[in-house]
């Protein structure tokens, strides 16, 4: 595929203006929109991708293959196509969810290009394993997968608040429910399947950006021990536990974290 094909496969926009590059992925269920209010925040002073995951937001769904994106490694394999599509260097990733596993698994297979890595509510698995807490048994997983297949609108309407947390603001969780409703529901339960089954704890030590994981608290999809758990097993990584609750900072507490992405861009200012 030559760079047009894989921008537009991938919905790539850029914006902005700056030597450094800052490529924002989403999370499931999400698209790249999930990102805005943060990703407007660096414009002034960073060249800004935003893109869709295949299968999410205005992708190209023609290019949705299950036996490609049967794990993690197709999806960061489109991530660094889209780095060089881009012909980036020395760029930082930041990805929410399941994309700073993604961001993680780009950055081992080209350590040029992505130089730093934000993870924002990183798991590297969410099934609780000997010595490992993830935050779910395996049933539950089961469970929660089998209600996502057999009611994606029931599935969105009652995980959204859940996820979402700050249930003092209900405007949060209903974009959050438009955006899960919006998704393809085949495309999706595949990607909960590829999300929630999977397992990079091993790829963790591999990792040799630099990187800040930011943890939010009361977060049920990845609580404070999986984000120390990925804190101590990432080298050359700093930890910021955030004011913001919920798995989603990005939407809730933007300006929180755009100042945690600043400070660590930027250390010395």
């Known amino acids: ?7 537009s496969r991938n919905n790539v926009t850029v914006h902005g203006d700056g030597h450094r590059t800052l490529v924002f992925a989403h999370g499931f269920g999400c698209d790249k929109h999930m990102w805005a209010d943060v990703a407007a925040n660096f414009e002034d002073d960073h060249r800004v991708v935003l893109f869709d995951h295949v299968g999410a937001g205005q992708s190209d769904l023609s290019a ?3 036996g490609k994106y049967g794990s993690l490694d197709g999806y960061a394999r489109d991530l660094v196509e889209i780095g060089e599509a881009l012909e980036l260097r020395d760029a930082v990733v930041i990805g929410h969810s399941v ?3 993604i961001g993680a698994l780009a950055s081992i297979a080209r350590p040029d290009m992505f130089t730093q890595i934000v993870m924002v509510g990183p798991s590297p698995r ?7 807490t993830g935050g779910f048994s ?18 969105s309407a009652a995980m959204a608040p859940q ?10 969780s209903e974009r959050l429910n438009g955006s899960f409703c919006s998704t393809d529901p085949d495309i999706a ?30 977060d049920i999809i990845a609580p404070q021990a999986v984000g120390e758990y990925v804190h101590a097993n990432i080298p050359n990584s700093e930890y910021r536990l955030l004011e913001a609750t919920g798995h989603c900072p990005n939407l809730s507490a933007p300006e929180e974290v755009t100042k ?8 010395s200012r």
């Not at 099934?127 to 490992?132: C, F, G, K």
């Not at 996820?163 to 949060?172: A, K």
């Not at 091993?202 to 608290?217: F, I």
Request: include cysteine; glycine fraction near 4%; hydrophobic fraction near 35%.
């Open 138 to 155: 395996r049933q539950q997983i089961d469970e929660l997968l089998t209600f996502l297949e057999e009611n994606h609108l029931g599935w």
């Open 260 to 267: 945690a992405i600043r400070d660590f861009l930027h250390p």
């Open 99 to 101: 994309s700073s596993m």
């Open 126 to 132: 969410y099934i609780d394993d000997t010595d490992y």
């Open 189 to 218: 339960r595949e990607f909960a399947k590829v999300t929630f089954h999977s397992d990079n704890r091993g790829d963790l030590s591999r990792v040799q950006a630099r990187t800040l994981v930011l943890q939010c608290q009361q």
């Open 64 to 66: 949705y293959d299950s």
């Open 1 to 7: 595929m030559g760079p047009d094909d894989i921008r």
């Open 163 to 172: 996820i979402m947390g700050n249930s003092e603001r209900p405007e949060l």
